[in-house]
């Protein structure tokens, strides 16, 4: 019998609750919820990714999930070589998904080899708030190949760009706050309280 595996890669600049009540849900759902911070072809200006993986490791650390863990070795700035690193940890046979806020539904499409990555994956789609699923969007997906699961949960409405741009500290785990003020990321934000 093959395992579910949700791959869940992300920017992760920094983590926020938003990602933590995501990989709670993934971890109802899934046998094995591998999360890894990566570069994003799309957003310039990263923090190092270093810091983004440290603060990812504690945000899941903060998590009683034992199905949830932090796997560095699939960070790629391409999906599918994440995903082809991910087979060849848990093997091909498994059931793979791939996780992904509304907000790339559109871009998924310029993705590397996006038609070879969609065939090989179903797409677990988070709503993000200012990003309605649109059905033609999906009917795109679904003419390069795209099966998805569209995912009925209200994650909190934060983002990591509010956070770099407000430094408003109730989005983000007490874990990762600590991590930021130690190593001074985020330094031209205002801070909210």
Not at 95 to 122: C, E, F, H
Not at 139 to 157: C, F, K, M, Q, W
Request: charged share 15%; glycine share 4%.
């Amino acid at each position: 019998m093959s395992l579910t595996i949700a791959l869940f890669g992300t920017s992760a600049d920094p983590p926020t609750a938003a990602h933590q009540t995501i990989l709670q849900w993934l971890a109802t759902h899934y046998d094995q919820v591998a999360v890894w911070a990566s570069d994003n072809p799309f957003k310039p200006n990263q923090s190092p990714l270093a810091d983004r993986l440290a603060m990812l490791e504690l945000l899941v650390q903060g998590l009683p999930l034992a199905n949830v863990q932090v796997w560095p070795e699939l960070s790629d700035r391409r999906s599918l070589i994440s995903l082809q690193r991910a087979k060849t940890l848990w093997g091909q046979d498994q059931d793979y998904s791939l996780v992904i806020g509304s907000d790339l539904i559109r871009q998924i499409q310029k993705w590397y080899q996006a038609p070879n990555l969609l065939a090989q994956v179903t797409l677990v789609i988070f709503p993000r708030p200012g990003y309605e699923i649109q059905f033609q969007d999906l009917d795109s997906l679904t003419a390069i190949g795209a099966r998805y699961r569209l995912v009925d949960a209200e994650a909190p409405a934060v983002s990591s760009s509010h956070y770099r741009e407000t430094k408003d500290q109730t989005v983000i785990p007490p874990l990762v706050t600590d991590y930021i003020h130690q190593h001074q990321l985020y330094q031209g934000c205002r801070e909210v309280t």
